[in-house]
């Protein structure tokens, strides 16, 4: 059993590997950092010793009391199956203490998304307006439906990732892996309309008017202020718009596999869920229109 007094020697270890092996993003070896230490936190407020199955369970006893919700209490246990699954795979602990231990059920949210109505009319709306901060807003829409760029992907863009004569962009994605996405011709112009205004080189796509790179939370916040204006869904994220192109390209035929590649997906199981969301739209149609439902 691993004993509690050199949990955090060999935590440092594990977020190396994660850093220089498994080349994971810097907030998820964050999380997988706050998840374990907390673990520890909590076996040395108890005067736990070991880390074994009995004290995993104390510790999700008290996630629960603490009213956590189970998905984060999922995320909190994927973390310590990876730690765990590092010490077991470089022989530091003989047994695994949390291989006995399942996630707790939790009921899957289906991702909301926008209507296209919904989102022509956040377009219309921004293709009025021609001043430098509406053509920035509307580049940024246009990455994150456009090409279904998650928010992260869209602050770290440069403008030598894009090629407009091939009609692609090169962006790099979760654990630093680069993968090619599509441009549609409205979203060229809008791109272009945007470089005009700011002046082309090799830098970063979207600065600030200091000229620093823009971060999520500014996009975040232009993303919710706009949204609000023309729909009432109840997550007005970045995410959103990305949850939203995936959602209307399964809808007008679009494979599967094509979507996963886009988004960036690891695994298909992920970008599944939207077929999910698909059949519950045509479950809709069914009953307000089928004379039998």
């Known amino acids: 059993m691993l004993l509690i007094k050199a949990s955090e020697k060999y935590l440092n270890q594990f977020l190396i590997y994660l850093n220089g092996v498994r080349r994971n993003s810097p907030n998820t070896i964050k999380a997988y950092r706050t998840d374990v230490l907390q673990f520890i936190e909590f076996c040395r407020e108890r005067e736990i010793k070991e880390a074994s199955p009995v004290a995993i369970k104390k ?4 996630l629960n009391e603490d009213k956590l919700d189970k998905r984060s209490i999922s995320r909190k246990l994927s973390s310590l199956r990876h730690f765990f699954k590092f010490l077991r795979a470089n022989s530091i602990i003989e047994l695994n203490p949390i291989s006995s231990i399942h996630n707790p059920k939790e009921i899957k949210k289906l991702p909301e998304h926008l209507s296209v109505k919904e ?9 009025k307006q021609n001043d430098r901060q509406s053509l920035m807003t509307l580049a940024i829409f246009d990455l994150l439906y456009g090409c279904a760029l998650r928010v992260s992907e869209v602050c770290s863009l440069r403008i030598s990732d894009l090629d407009f004569n091939q009609k692609v962009a090169r962006v790099l994605g979760k654990g630093s892996k680069q993968r090619i996405v599509p441009i549609g011709e409205k979203t060229i112009s809008s ?18 008017k200091r000229g620093n790179k823009i971060y999520p939370e500014f996009v975040e916040r232009l993303v919710k202020k706009h949204i609000a204006q023309f729909s009432d869904v109840k997550k007005k994220s970045p995410h959103t718009l990305r949850h939203s192109a995936a959602t209307h390209m399964l809808d007008r ?7 996963k590649e886009i988004l960036g997906h690891e695994n298909l199981s992920t970008t599944q869920i939207y077929t999910h969301v698909s059949v519950e739209k045509l479950k809709r149609t069914y009953k307000t229109s089928h004379p039998k439902s």
């Open 253 to 259: 035929g679009a494979d599967l596999l094509a979507i």
């Open 59 to 62: 510790f999700l006893m008290k």
């Open 119 to 127: 989102l022509q009319e956040i377009f219309d709306n921004l293709e």
């Open 191 to 208: 791109l272009k309309k945007y470089l005009k205004s700011i002046g082309y080189d090799e830098n970063l796509f979207f600065r600030t």
